[in-house]
């Protein structure tokens, strides 16, 4: 018994301040998602018991979750906004709550900031050194079997949906979370990437590094790209592990 | 200048030069500008990680010949301008595929995951207005790939230190300054008119900023959510591009829009569904009943009308996109054809997974394209033939540059004139300019076309800022104050816009737009619709005036509705310059169609010209004239390869449907 509204509570707020929840109703069509019922909030920035109200600001882009903006906390779970189909949410009308991330400082609304994942991207030297972008012939050869374990490492979109539900990513830590940890094992695989894998994984013994992940595995259950972030983890263990010991004879 | 550092000026500040825009286009030129010691301010609407380039899946072009079918550059070359129905100025076409290759390989050294050939090599797939195997593909998210290799490169930039003249270290200064979550609020001009900076807004907290750059390049994408729902990202609004034109930048070629054959109709989003999926043998078709109401999978052989394939036997699915999109939106709109009484036609690649072998095969190479289709349409792709309908892709035009030929008839690298827009100092590259795609751009020439801009632009800005007799950094700061000073109270003013002046909502006036400009200015375009669009752009424009920011009280913080109020006013000004050139280009060309002028609907017509090579074979240039656009018209350079007629090799166009019943006609248009 759908009915031909839809009904979302929102917890809204400024930076730093008190939350409020606002429930609003709009009208229901057919493949929406969430992101479609704040554009119809836009349109009609009025509460469900006829208050009128500002538009509630939200973080988006490309509505075909590859982008990683729109993450929030959906219905009590984290993810994309976008790939959030009111159907699936709300087949019966049950009210849909949409919340901010928790692990980073909110901005305003539903935006929190994620500015500590990228910084986590430069501590890792996530990156592959090249010489230049200037001609110097074609690429290393890459075996099918390797590309088709490194094309979805490389599928990250930053996203942040695995170090919300880590219990060691929080405010009280330096853990930079798996994502990091899985992207680390993406460089080291490649040809020219490995040229550094010492470097890196230096990186991940430091400070918010590996030791800090106590192996919970709730990242990898709502990672929306299916990154195979627990596996990540344990290859880079066993990595990490090597250099501890025998580090010091490599470094030579 | 020799007795002053380059670098740094007499208070130590960097000179540095300014990237509006991390897209593929915006990133290659901050690697090009670093590559050549020069420090960038990189701005962007949201983190470069997260621009538009992403969505691309399908590919991007390089004549690499792997599979040995003698392919080479300069047939990439010919079927770019071909495919772009000849309005491309060839010297940069030309520049563009002998340079595809190397950037291929530049990106692969960069760690993209491509896929491979069983040898370990990059592996090519077929594309739209080809017939050899040249796209590389990174699975279906290559666009993903290819932003996050060059995002990761400017990410090193980040962490390495500014080096004086002397190759001293610069203390706490980095090669690149991400500004990110900034929005373009103007231009800093000259007195002779020359760009020295730009003014830009932190949307975390409203705070207008002066910036000056010896050399300012906007590589801001495209215009996609004028025509309200497309393909695009929600940022694509063209806004940057639109402040450009007002203060005096000539927008060429804006009418246009390529409309991409295949998405998935829905109310946010037009959902792309790539050109891959035909690339791979995916097959276009309709049920030959117009009344069929069956659900695709359950309609036999014999009973399905593969058009394309009809009509186009040599290219089959894979004709270029102005051409499929008028196809499908001919057939399903004017003759009436239907997938399950719904206003589309079905994309299918069912026969492809009728053994498991050829379903892990198509897995293989489309999953993340028909993860998209089983994720948002609800339905398995893999089982059923999916419902699909033409949709806004891409912009053609875009702020016009300039380039210099070589004397080998190519681009000449390296000149400051390369990527050059009207004003001085200020570059475009990426889809914000207009310059490699002519009336059409072929699938998986854009992806190249932003990356090989990009390359050119650097060096451009670069010749640029050597050859200034004054750096940005040493003019008084009064020019900056002054546009400063502008934009601030600009905004104030449309953030203090509420009451009962204030009527109308700016989200409800951009859906309105939108809705006009799809149906109207899209595929097929009729001069009396197009007056039409011209007088309701003039009333819509009042309307913006009277269009309320929906949140005065928020100051200091994040404030979407009123920044929405400068995308909109942009909006509205790129619309008006696009309705124009369509209104007044009479003849039909690439995307640009209107069925009055086409000699195969009215062969007897002297006045339906098709493409009028005599007459129109000119570039748009529109100014902004206070009010609206002035169009003039510039000559195309085609001093490479004379002018063929775009054929693909069509077999009469009224031909029915073998095996139709002759008795139902043409549907009701
Ligand atoms: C669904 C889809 C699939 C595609 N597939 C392919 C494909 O397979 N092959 C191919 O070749 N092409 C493809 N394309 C086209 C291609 O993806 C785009 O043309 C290309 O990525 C554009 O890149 P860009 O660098 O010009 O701009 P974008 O990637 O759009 O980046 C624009 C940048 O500018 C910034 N910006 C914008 N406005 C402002 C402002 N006002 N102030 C500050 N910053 C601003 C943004 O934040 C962003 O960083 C596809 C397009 C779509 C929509
Ligand atoms: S395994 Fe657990 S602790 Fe480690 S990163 Fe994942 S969720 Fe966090
Ligand atoms: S690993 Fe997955 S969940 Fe974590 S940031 Fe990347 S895509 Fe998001
Ligand atoms: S908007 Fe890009 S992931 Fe949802």
Redesign the interface.
């Known amino acids: 018994m759908a009915t031909d509204t839809v009904t979302l509570k929102i917890k809204r707020g400024e930076s730093g301040g008190a939350s409020r929840w606002e429930e609003f109703r709009v009208p229901r069509k057919p493949m929406m998602n969430v992101i479609s019922c704040l554009m119809e909030i836009q349109k009609h920035p009025v509460t469900a018991d006829g208050r009128g109200t500002t538009p509630v600001n939200w973080e988006s882009s490309c509505l075909e979750e590859v982008c990683g903006a729109c993450t929030m906390v959906i219905n009590g779970r984290v993810r994309q906004a976008c790939s959030a189909l009111v159907k699936d949410l709300s087949p019966k009308g049950e009210p849909i709550t949409l919340e901010p991330m928790t692990k980073f400082p909110r901005e305003r609304d539903l935006v929190v900031n994620r500015q500590r994942m990228f910084d986590a991207l430069r501590t890792t030297k996530a990156w592959i050194q090249i010489d230049g972008s200037h001609q110097l012939g074609a690429g290393p050869k890459v075996s099918q079997d390797d590309q088709e374990v490194m094309y979805p490492l490389s599928r990250c979109m930053t996203c942040g949906c695995c170090v919300e539900a880590c219990p060691n990513y929080n405010d009280r830590s330096d853990f930079m979370g798996p994502q990091v940890i899985s992207l680390t094992r993406l460089y080291n695989m490649h040809p020219s990437g490995r040229m550094q894998a010492g470097a890196r994984l230096d990186a991940l013994m430091g400070a918010g590094g590996i030791s800090d992940c106590g192996k919970a595995q709730n990242c990898v259950q709502v990672c929306p790209k299916g990154i195979p972030l627990t596996e990540s983890i344990s290859v880079m263990g066993r990595e990490t592990i090597k250099r501890a010991l025998f580090g010091w004879l490599l470094k030579g | 200048m020799a007795a002053k550092s380059s670098i740094l000026t007499q208070s130590n500040q960097v000179r540095r030069a300014i990237v509006v825009g991390g897209g593929l286009g915006g990133l290659?030129t901050v690697?090009?500008l670093c590559?050549a010691g020069i420090p960038v301010d990189l701005l962007s609407l949201?983190?470069v990680?997260?621009?538009?380039s992403?969505?691309a899946q399908g590919g991007i072009n390089a004549s690499v010949n792997v599979k040995g079918e003698g392919d080479s550059p300069y047939t990439h070359f010919y079927e770019t301008v071909k495919g772009g129905d000849f309005l491309a100025n060839q010297p940069p076409c030309k520049g563009m595929a002998d340079a595809a290759p190397?950037i291929v390989?530049?990106l692969?050294?960069?760690?993209v995951?491509?896929?491979?050939?069983?040898?370990?090599?990059?592996d090519f797939r077929r594309f739209g207005g080809t017939l050899f195997h040249r796209t590389a593909f990174?699975?279906a998210?290559t666009g993903?790939?290819l932003l996050?290799?060059l995002d990761?490169?400017v990410?090193?930039y980040?962490?390495l230190d500014v080096e004086d003249d002397r190759g001293v270290t610069v203390p706490g200064e980095k090669m690149v300054r991400k500004f990110e979550f900034w929005d373009l609020a103007g231009l800093v001009l000259d007195d002779s008119g020359v760009c020295r900076g730009v003014v830009a807004q932190d949307l975390?907290n409203g705070e207008m900023r002066a910036f000056r750059g010896d050399a300012v390049c906007l590589a801001t994408g495209g215009p996609g959510l004028v025509f309200g729902r497309s393909t695009n990202?929600?940022?694509n609004t063209g806004s940057a591009a639109a402040i450009a034109y007002k203060q005096g930048a000539i927008y060429a070629n804006g009418e246009f829009i390529q409309v991409h054959p295949t998405a998935i109709p829905?109310?946010?989003?037009l959902?792309l569904i790539s050109e891959s999926v035909r690339g791979e043998g995916g097959r276009v078709w309709v049920p030959k009943d117009r009344k069929d109401r069956r659900h695709g999978r359950d309609i036999p052989e014999a009973e399905r009308y593969y058009f394309l394939e009809e009509r186009y036997p040599k290219y089959r699915n894979l004709v270029p996109r102005d051409i499929a999109s008028r196809e499908i939106f001919r057939t399903v709109i004017h003759e009436g054809y239907s997938a399950e009484g719904e206003q589309a036609a079905y994309l299918d690649v069912t026969h492809l997974c009728k053994t498991a072998a050829g379903k892990s095969a198509v897995r293989k190479k489309l999953e993340g394209v028909l993860e998209?289709y089983e994720?948002?349409?609800?339905a398995d792709p893999y089982e059923n033939p999916m419902k699909i309908f033409p949709a806004v892709h891409y912009s053609m035009g875009g702020l016009w540059v300039d380039f210099e030929k070589g004397a080998d008839g190519s681009l000449k690298p390296g000149s400051a004139r390369n990527q050059a827009t009207s004003i001085p100092g200020l570059y475009a590259t990426g889809e914000s300019d207009y310059q490699y795609h002519g009336a059409n751009r072929l699938g998986a020439n854009s992806l190249l076309s932003c990356i090989y801009g990009g390359?050119v632009t650097g060096p451009a800005m670069a010749a640029w800022r050597d050859a200034q007799p004054q750096s940005a950094f040493d003019l008084s700061s009064t020019l900056f104050d002054t546009e400063h000073k502008r934009r601030v109270d600009e905004y104030a003013a449309l953030g203090s816009r509420s009451g009962s002046d204030y009527s109308v909502?700016p989200?409800?006036l951009h859906?309105k737009l939108g809705e006009m400009m799809l149906q109207k200015v899209t595929v097929e375009r009729h001069d009396a619709e197009l007056d039409g669009v011209l007088s309701s752009l003039q009333d819509m424009k009042a309307q913006w005036r009277k269009a309320a920011a929906?949140?005065p009280?928020?100051k200091g913080?994040?404030?979407?509705?009123t920044v929405f109020l400068r995308h909109l006013d942009g909006m509205l000004a790129l619309a008006e310059v696009i309705a124009r050139g369509a209104r007044d280009r009479e003849e039909c060309r690439g995307a640009h169609y209107k069925p009055a002028l086409d000699p195969e609907l009215h062969p007897d017509d002297p006045k339906a010209v098709g493409r009028d090579d005599a007459r129109w074979l000119k570039t748009t240039l529109a100014t902004f004239d206070g009010e609206g656009p002035a169009l003039r018209y510039e000559a195309v350079d085609v001093s490479l390869e004379p002018l063929a007629k775009r054929d693909y090799g069509k077999v009469s166009a009224a031909k029915p449907p073998p095996g139709e019943a002759a008795a139902q006609g043409p549907a009701n248009t």
Do not use: W
Request: hydrophobic share 35%; glycine share 8%.
């Open positions: 290659m690697i090009k590559e949201v983190p990680k997260r621009s538009h992403v969505c190397g390989f530049m692969d050294r960069m760690g995951p491509f896929n491979r050939t069983p040898e370990g090599n990059l990174a699975g998210t993903q790939q996050y290799a990761e490169q990410r090193r980040e962490t975390k990202s929600v940022i829905a109310a946010d989003k959902r998209i994720k948002f349409a609800g390359m909502n989200y409800q859906e929906l949140d009280a928020a913080t994040i404030n979407q509705p």
